[in-house]
C-alpha cells in the first residue's frame, strides 16, 4: 500500500508535536510503512524538521498568511491529512478543515476553548456536575484564601502549555508579593493545592471521529527531574508542581480509566483527548483538560497505544477499532534530545 502524507506542524524539540512526529515514525516499522510524514515549524532551528526527508517553514499560527501558506505546502506535498502539534495551530486549523479540503486530525472544535480558558473549563465540568479544583480570578484572591488553607497555585488562566507561568504560594506574603509581578493580559487564577504529588494522574482517552471511545490509557506520574517545577518541605509534607513533561508508570486502573472515558463522552470528545488530576480522600479532580494530542503521546505509542496511527487510519482509512493490546506496568523515563544538522542543511 502507498504511504500517505502527513503533514505535521509545531515539531520543535519540547513540543507535542514532536512527540507525534515519533509516533509516526520510530515507534514500529508497521507504523512507519503508513506514512510519509512532512514535518513543519516556524523556527528554522526546530529539531523535528531534521529527523523526516522532507520540511517546510510555515509562519507562526496568527500571522495573517498563515493558512495560505498551509494550503501551499499542501498543494506541494499532496498532503492527506495534518495534525496540529500546538495548540496555537489547533485552533485556527481545528476551524479551517472545510477551506483546506482534507481532515484536521484532532478533536471537536468546540471543545477547544477547554484547554485555552481554565475558566471556561471549569464552567463545563460544574455543568456535567463534574468534579474540579476550585478555580478564582486572582483579583478575588481574598475569597479563596478565606476557603482554603495554603499553599495554592497561580497561573495563567490562558497559555498554560508546559506550566508556563505557574507560581507555588506559601503565605500571604508571598501572594502579596507575586501579584503585582503578574501579566494582566494572562488573567491569571487562583487555585487550592489539592492531595499529593504522588496521586498525580495523566490520562489518554482516545474515541474515534464518530465520538465513540477506542480506549484509554493511564500514567500516574513520577515528579522527578524533568517533571518537577517546584518542590517544598513544610512540617514533614512534601508539596510538589509538575511540569509539562509527564514520566512515570502506565499502569491500569478500571474505575479511573472508567470515570475519564465517561467524562470524554459527556463532553463530546471526538479523537484524542487528554485529561490530568489528582486523587484525593478517593476522590478524582481535574485540573486540566486538553481535546488534542498530549505530550505523552510517543511514550504511549512505545508501549503500542499510537493515538496519531490510530485516528489517521480511522479518518482516512475509515477503519474502526476496539481496545488495544499494550503494555502497562512498565516505567516510562524521560531525557533531552538532540540532532546534529551540517549548516548547509539548515532551512
Known sequence: MKKKNVLITATGGRSVGSGILHALTRSSDAVNERWNVIAADADAFAWGLYKVNESVLLPLAGATNYLDAVKKTIDKFKIDAIIPGSEAEAQVLSVSA?????????????????????????EKLKSLNLPFIETYRIENWQEAVGKHKYPFVVKPTTGTGGSRGLHFVFDERELKMLIPSLATQSNYCIQPYIGSGDEEYTIGILSDKAGSVIDSIVMKRKLTGLSLLNAKKINAINYTISTGYS????????????FCENVATLIGSTGPLN????????????FEIHPRFSGTTPIRADVGFNEPDIILRNYLNDESFGRLDYKYNVAAIRALEHVIVPMDKLL
Open 247 to 258: 514520566q512515570g508508570f502506565i499502569i491500569k486502573d478500571d474505575i479511573l480509566q472508567g
Open 98 to 122: 472545510n477551506d483546506l479540503g482534507i481532515p484536521v486530525i484532532g478533536n471537536n472544535p468546540s471543545l477547544i476553548p477547554l484547554m485555552m480558558d481554565k475558566f471556561a473549563m471549569v
Open 275 to 286: 485529561i490530568q488530576l489528582r486523587k484525593h480522600e478517593d476522590k478524582y479532580y481535574i
